[in-house]
């Protein structure tokens, strides 16, 4: 698949098949990841945690499912069934708002690598504040002191086959 066809094709998968995902296919998602431009260069201020445990992956749907009934008053069940979830995480940016701008260019390429490899993706903002507010949870996956969970991604194989929606954003032109 060349790198446009993976773009157009990827998709928010919310239904997963209990297969997991290969360690070959996620060694190149994480590679994938770790290729994204990041502003200053400063790598050392990211970390990525591959969750593949499916008690600590429960444990962190049913927190972040009671963090938004305390947060908004609505009960959202995010664990879709997928077998792997990649969180990343940064430390805070020269800049107000870079640190979520590098993680979000990091997660983008590896959904992207993922919708190559064959694997459906939903990006996922919902678990990241239950995980931050949690140090069992932060120390439990091994989220390094110093580091804010920003985004994550659930990885896995989708139940149906959907054809990617089309989007549209408006564009001004100067």
Request: aromatic fraction near 6%.
């Amino acid at each position: 698949m060349n790198t446009l066809d993976a773009i157009f094709a990827r998709k928010s998968t919310r239904a997963y098949k209990s297969e997991q995902i290969s360690e070959e296919a996620l060694e190149t998602i994480i590679k994938a990841g770790c290729a994204a431009p990041i502003g200053m260069g400063r790598y050392d201020t990211l970390h990525i945690t591959v969750v593949q445990n499916e008690e600590m992956l429960t444990k962190i749907y049913k927190e972040a499912e009671e963090s938004m009934f305390k947060l908004v008053g609505i009960r959202k069940n995010m664990d879709y069934g997928a077998k792997t979830m990649i969180v990343v995480s940064s430390m805070p940016a020269y800049r107000e708002g870079m640190d979520a701008a590098n993680v979000g260019i990091v997660i983008e390429n590896m959904v992207i690598a993922a919708t190559d490899l064959g694997i459906d993706s939903v990006i996922l903002g919902g678990p990241m504040p239950a995980i931050e507010k949690s140090d069992e949870l932060k120390n439990a996956i091994g989220i390094p002191d110093g580091f804010t969970p920003i985004l994550g991604v659930a990885l896995g194989y989708a139940v149906e086959d959907e054809p990617a929606k089309v989007h549209t954003i408006n564009v001004n032109r100067v």
